[in-house]
């Protein structure tokens, strides 16, 4: 293999390095050391399309307007990498993967705050007090946060109001044929099984019901089977990436992953608000007795 001599090239205004082809084979711009096959140094972001904290912007995908779409990749605050996808430097068209611990913002280029729209995902972790998921409307009147679709058309949604969320399943009667009155309620509730656990996890106690024998009184709470299993796919071995000398002449292959497939436990779940309507029907039954027992009582009590 001929050997390839470092080639850069300048213009002649440039303080640095504006190309480099190294004899390793990798090219740099901005820098006359590339660290990488391809190794992008320097450059300056859109500001009116990019929150301010971003000076660098290695690449940077703008058409002739600079008010329009950009894409840009390049490093923040301690040469933290970012990835910004905007609009016009409009808030709402912004999509932001920044180095706030790997945050992904949507429609705003920072964490959203109480008034402000937009959606913030962090993985693993939380910013000054708020969750991994935070997402916020600027109103306090019925705000629409999320719907849920299959092919039958929209089965739930989440709602915020002035102080609370309401998590809706469908239940419009439009929706609905055939009701009829529950009956045996009390009946039903008696053979429900409550009972105080301890998670394996934690160790941590709380009051609640095993899956499959909730699912024997109000199998509608219940998903999954008992005992279910389902194959799940894991990595056996990890790839491993091809070696090369000075020269770029291969020295060991890659080696790709080996992948297998292992049963693991398919957990039952239970929606324990599907237990209120057969714990409504036997509170009515109970004091449909009661009044009766009672009016008994005072014939009784005045004969």
Do not use: C
């Not at 660290?35 to 301010?52: E, F």
């Not at 913002?105 to 000054?128: D, H």
């Amino acid at each position: 293999m001929s050997e390839i001599l470092v080639t850069t090239v300048k213009h002649e205004s440039a303080t640095t390095d504006n190309i480099t082809l190294a004899s390793t084979g990798d090219v740099g711009i901005g820098t006359s050391s590339p660290a990488a096959k391809l190794a992008v140094v320097g450059g300056t972001s859109n500001a009116s399309n990019l929150a301010t904290a971003y000076s660098l912007a290695a690449f940077n995908i703008t058409p002739k307007s600079t008010s329009g779409y950009s894409l840009q990749f390049g490093s923040g605050p301690a040469d933290l990498p970012y990835i910004q996808m905007s609009a016009g430097g409009a808030a709402s068209g912004n999509m932001t993967i920044q180095p706030y611990g790997g945050s992904l913002l949507v429609g705003t280029t920072g964490l959203p705050t109480a008034g402000t729209l937009g959606t913030a995902f962090q993985v693993g972790a939380s910013i000054a007090g708020m969750a991994t998921w935070t997402q916020r409307s600027s109103s306090t009147a019925a705000s629409d946060h999320a719907y849920f679709y299959n092919p039958n058309g929209i089965v739930g949604f989440i709602r915020t109001t002035n102080s609370s969320t309401a998590y809706s399943t469908s239940s419009d009667y439009r929706l609905k044929e055939d009701w009829q009155p529950i009956t045996g309620a009390s009946e039903r509730v008696k053979a429900l099984k409550p009972v105080n656990f301890a998670w394996k996890a934690d160790g941590s106690r709380v009051d609640g019901f095993l899956a499959h024998e909730a699912a024997e009184v109000v199998p509608e709470a219940v998903s999954n089977e008992k005992d279910a299993m389902r194959d799940e796919e894991y990595e056996v071995t990890p790839a491993v990436e091809a070696t090369y000398d000075e020269e770029g002449n291969e020295l060991t292959p890659a080696v790709e992953a080996v992948m297998g497939t292992r049963s693991v436990p398919n957990y039952q779940g239970i929606d324990q608000s599907k237990l209120v309507p057969l714990l409504t029907a036997a509170l009515q039954e109970a004091l449909a007795k009661i009044d009766d027992l009672t009016a008994r009582v005072s014939v009784l009590e005045t004969a």
